[in-house]
């Protein structure tokens, strides 16, 4: 641990008398070391210490004082300012015993890769196709330090861990170089003898004789049924990684069905959209939700007749495509039941009697209108243009075949990528033995290359990022990977090694150049998804999901990739644009496909035709705008039943004016929304706002909880509480020393006069994703001089990260 900051030392004195009266005088006599009441004992309690046990017992005094159980109703009591003035002193000596003990004096510690960051580095290191591969599947979830997964300290190793790198090595090789590759094309065709899960087995045998395969569910229930359409007799997928062409049959079927959205729960006024998911066939159940299954392709279905749609997508080995009805039925397996209890009298007279869910769904799909996509076709060719070396091959053999004459070569070019700086000549020494003792063991030439590269995979050089020295400024190779780990998420890419080799990237000019050079590349999109997952916490979204009663249509229409898609769309295009970092708050549009249009109500600016496709739309209505009226957000800071203001305040406090308040005690229990009616949350919360010490953060939080209640938990708009329109919404506020606002517009207005606050909050937000570290109170001068040359402009988004590059934070 680095030694603490000065400033953080000269607070300690300042702070520590007052709340030491306050305890002398109220606390120690029941709690002194000789009998101490209730094993607490105070006595000895040295505020200008900052260990841990001293910070629980400074919490537990904090939080007692806060219920008022302390102290007792006996005992002489302190005013209610004293014990203001008491929670306020003691509060700010526990945030600055915290920052001391996680201090790292303004310095980036050694740390490992974060598992995602591992993901992106192999993908490029080995030249794979990461889209349906991920060797970290196995890995334990990486530690966070203020929702941010790569702070060092936190970044641990366990031996737990370092098997799995062991085993991920040993995957990652054997993808990249399998011995019998295939790239002789083939076409598979597929028509008739289609079997789907067990629960349809009956019922497409009496209705299609498996000619067909017939989607019903979307892709995310959590009990799907005929959600994914495979062809059962692709056993063993396709025989190697490649581009492969797929070619479908297929037809919408009765989106003019009689039946009403509450019983089929699908909106049928959308056309039918079919996916191309991936199935790995070693799993061995294609019927079900897979670990790993990202959209290869999409297309809307002709409710007139059956079309031909082609598709190329990226296939892994023993993989084979499955197809999807992307915007299909919630809950099929329900709607059997509902659609016989709702439109029993719209079923065939011979249909009608049918008992017990078996029968109900052989009947209802026999004879029945149910909302489904067919297909009656299948053609798989491929792999394409699979004849010359692959990518891998490329990289790590220089050709398409192994060539042992340069095998010790090879091995110091691999080396030198993975470690992202020159290899010494110890280090190549010792991988050189290594290769030749798996030759001595009786390995071929190939298989002990292969070993090596795995042992490379395994070093800490590769695990770790490189170690910076604590007096001098890195190196022009940390700085390189520095750059790149920040705006790529991945290893430095040949232009950025050239440079780092040359000793250039220790000019500013340079080194700005080449933050413009990745900012621009597509490799960035890592970096904006990345930052988003960790600043604004949507790394959590669908932790808490939504009630998928009331909001089906979140997961028929898969709104959870969506919401994120949006918010990483806007701030895409703000840095690509160089606009106004207050955009992210002031903004009167956003980026949208149908789905997420439909959930705003301005589905008239996206075309059914185009329903995929994420396109700018400007809000005539100012509720909606800027980060605060995205739907990511409001359901990220939502429980997925309800909402709260206090946890929405809590949010907006912590990631956009970097202002959090202290947690709450433990034993105040959570205010949640009376449902019946008797009191609105408005009122509750200003019950609980009675008692002086809640109303200290109180008084913050609620005002910016109230504006967004007019969003719903997953971001729609709303003017009630309930269905029946008996409790309205109170959106109005007012913060300390502000003025009073309605909604979010007046809050956005509120926000924008506090801009400081929210820029610097963005801006160290960056810097703990740049650096690897938290940004202390220490930084305030360099983060201060960032902001100072951009504030005439704004603080544009781009001159900002650049600025943060060549900052001297950046280089130490």
């Not at 080995?317 to 999807?324: C, D, K």
């Not at 079923?347 to 769904?361: H, M, S, T, V």
């Not at 059914?608 to 990220?636: C, M, N, P, Q, Y």
């Amino acid at each position: 641990m680095f030694g603490v900051s000065a400033s953080l030392m000269l607070a300690t004195s300042s702070i520590a008398e007052a709340p030491s009266a306050f305890l002398d005088r109220y606390c120690i006599e029941c709690h002194a070391s000789d009998d101490p009441s209730g094993e607490r004992e105070f006595e000895s309690l040295d505020l200008s210490q900052s260990h841990l046990d001293n910070q629980v017992a400074i919490q537990e005094i904090i939080d007692a004082l806060t219920l008022r159980s302390m102290p007792p109703e006996d005992a002489e009591q302190p005013t209610t300012q004293e014990r203001i003035h008491a929670i306020g002193d003691l509060t700010r000596r526990l945030s600055t015993m915290r920052q001391q003990t996680s201090s790292t004096g303004g310095k980036t510690v050694l740390r490992r890769l974060s598992n995602r960051e591992y993901r992106r580095t192999i993908g490029d290191l080995l030249g794979l196709d990461m889209t349906m591969f991920d060797p970290t599947i196995e890995f334990p979830g990486d530690n966070l330090a203020g929702h941010f997964d790569n702070v060092g300290d936190t970044l641990v190793m366990s031996e737990h861990l370092l098997q799995r790198y062991l085993d991920a090595g040993d995957r990652c090789v054997e993808k990249a170089l399998p011995d019998n590759r295939t790239s002789m094309e083939q076409t598979w065709t597929f028509r008739d003898d289609f079997f789907q899960q067990a629960e349809l087995k009956a019922a497409h045998l009496r209705a299609f004789r498996n000619r067909c395969i017939c989607l019903y569910d979307h892709p995310f229930n959590d009990k799907p049924e005929g959600a994914y359409g495979h062809v059962s007799n692709f056993r063993n997928g396709v025989p190697a990684d490649g581009i492969y062409e797929v070619r479908v049959l297929a037809k919408a079927m009765n989106r003019d069905s009689p039946y009403g959205s509450r019983a089929v729960q699908i909106d049928l006024s959308e056309p039918f959209r079919m996916g191309v998911r991936p199935g790995d066939t070693r799993i061995g159940d294609m019927v079900h939700t897979q670990p790993v299954q990202p959209i290869l392709g999409e297309t809307v279905l002709s409710d007139d007749q059956f079309q031909w749609h082609t598709f190329r997508v990226p296939l892994d080995r023993g993989f084979a495509p499955r197809f999807t009805f992307e915007n299909g039925s919630h809950d099929f397996r329900g709607s059997i039941g509902r659609v016989y209890r709702l439109h029993r009298d719209l079923l065939p007279e011979r249909a009608r009697n049918a008992k017990g869910i078996f029968a109900q769904r052989i009947d209802l799909i026999t004879h029945g209108e149910i909302p489904h996509i067919r297909i009656d076709e299948v053609e798989v060719r491929g792999p394409l243009g699979a004849d010359g070396p692959t990518q891998s091959e490329r990289l790590l053999l220089g050709g398409s075949t192994f060539d042992e004459s340069r095998a010790i070569e090879l091995i110091g070019r691999f080396a030198t990528r993975a470690f992202r700086r020159p290899i010494a000549n110890g280090e190549l020494a010792r991988l050189s033995n290594f290769y030749r003792s798996r030759l001595d063991d009786g390995n071929r030439a190939y298989d002990a290359y292969k070993d090596t590269l795995k042992a490379v995979l395994c070093s800490p050089h590769f695990l770790y990022l490189q170690n910076i020295d604590e007096t001098d400024e890195i190196s022009n190779h940390a700085v390189a990977e520095r750059l790149s780990y920040f705006l790529t998420s991945s290893m430095p890419d040949e232009r950025l090694r050239s440079l780092a080799d040359q000793g250039q990237l220790s000019d500013d000019k340079t080194l700005r150049s080449e933050a413009a050079r990745l900012i621009a590349s597509p490799r960035s999109d890592a970096f904006v998804a990345d930052f988003l997952d960790s600043w604004l916490s949507l790394r959590s979204l669908g932790n808490m999901p939504p009630d998928p009663k009331e909001f089906w249509f979140f997961y028929a229409a898969n709104l959870q990739h969506d919401m994120k898609v949006e918010t990483r769309t806007f701030v895409r295009d703000l840095i690509d644009r160089n606009a106004s970092a207050l955009d992210l708050v002031d903004a009167d549009y956003s980026f949208l496909n149908r789905d997420l249009a439909k959930l705003y109500g301005v589905e008239n600016q996206v075309p059914v035709d185009e329903a995929g496709e994420f396109r700018r739309v400007r809000f005539a209505d100012k509720t909606r705008g800027g980060l605060l009226g995205h739907a990511s957000i409001l359901t990220v800071s939502a429980n997925g039943i309800e909402t709260s203001p206090v946890i929405r305040g809590v949010w907006l406090l912590e990631n956009i004016l970097g202002t959090p308040t202290p947690p709450p005690p433990d034993d105040v229990p959570a205010i949640d929304p009376d449902t019946r009616g008797a009191q609105t949350i408005r009122d509750q919360l200003n019950k609980h706002r009675s008692d002086e010490t809640c109303n200290q953060c109180h008084r913050k939080i609620d005002p910016l909880g109230f504006a967004l209640e007019v969003f719903d938990p997953i971001g729609q708009h709303r003017l009630y509480y309930d269905a029946k329109r008996r409790i309205p919404i109170d959106a109005s506020g007012q913060l300390p020393g502000g003025g009073p606002f309605v909604g979010p517009d007046g809050l956005r207005n509120e926000l924008l006069q506090q801009k400081t606050f929210f820029v610097r909050t963005l801006t160290e937000a960056l810097l703990t994703q740049a650096l690897g570290r938290r940004i202390e109170p220490i930084d305030r001068a360099a983060v201060d001089k960032i902001l100072n040359g951009l504030a005439k402009d704004n603080y544009p988004m781009a001159d900002l990260i650049e600025s943060i590059v060549v900052s001297d934070l950046f280089r130490r």
